[in-house]
């Protein structure tokens, strides 16, 4: 079955500093790949996704790439503010509607201003 | 509208205890899925409900843990025999049906357990 990694675990920046985290995956079918933010408290909730047939998507100050060749893909927060403090859920899935979202264990990002 | 919801947000029990967790999904919504949030852990899927269909149980831990979904609504996800391991947030969410492109799953606020 599919196994995500993702790293690092905790991230620490100051605002207006970039932020990136990094996740692997397994299994070569997967093809859709959603980025969940969890705020302190709160449910976690989509930011952004991406699918295998586009290799980056943004949207704001937000951005994901995928290389499927090596299996990994990474989100780009630019210009981090605190209120992006949370923690970030990298995920992998075929894309059917219906199908589990295999996780990774999460990154918890500090923007201190 | 009316986002997931989930009861109760807060349940103690003692070892060897069975509980039920409630999730009410997203009016509309076909597709139901459990998730358990452990501390220090990724979101680790337990099981999905599609409609009437036989369900995935592919992500269950035990034989401890069961959910049902009557009506094609509501969820209930019973652990019997509670262990201490089992403590964690209990995570419900709900999307489109199976069929279409992947899209967001919402989530409700989850059920936090504690086995004592």
């Known amino acids: 079955g599919e196994n995500v990694e993702q790293h690092p675990s905790t991230l620490s920046v100051q605002e207006g500093d970039s932020a990136v985290i990094k996740c692997t995956y397994s299994?070569?079918?997967?093809?859709?790949f959603p980025w969940y933010k969890q705020e302190l408290g709160k449910r976690p909730q989509l930011i952004i996704d991406i699918r295998s047939n586009v290799g980056e998507k943004k949207d704001q100050r937000i951005a994901v790439t995928l290389n499927k060749t090596a299996k990994h893909f990474s989100l780009h927060i630019t210009e981090t503010q605190p209120e992006d403090s949370a923690v970030y859920f990298c995920?992998?899935?075929?894309?059917?509607?219906?199908?589990?979202?295999?996780f990774g264990k999460g990154t918890t990002l500090s923007v201190s201003s | 509208g009316a986002g997931v919801s989930q009861s109760p947000s807060n349940k103690v029990t003692e070892k060897g205890k069975d509980v039920e967790l409630r999730c009410d999904p997203i009016s509309g919504h076909t597709a139901l899925y459990w998730y358990r949030q452990s501390l220090g852990q990724g979101l680790e899927f337990l099981i999905y409900?599609?409609?009437?269909?036989?369900?995935?149980k592919s992500g269950l831990p035990s034989d401890r843990f069961s959910a049902e979904r009557t009506g094609g609504s509501v969820s209930t996800l019973t652990i019997q025999r509670t262990q201490q391991e089992d403590s964690a947030v209990y995570l419900c969410a709900s999307g489109l049906p199976a069929g279409r492109p992947q899209g967001e799953q919402y989530f409700g606020p989850g059920t936090r357990l504690t086995v004592t």
């Open positions: 409900f599609q409609g009437n269909s036989a369900p995935d």
């Open positions: 995920a992998a899935s075929i894309d059917q509607a219906g199908t589990a979202l295999i």
């Open positions: 299994d070569s079918a997967s093809n859709y």
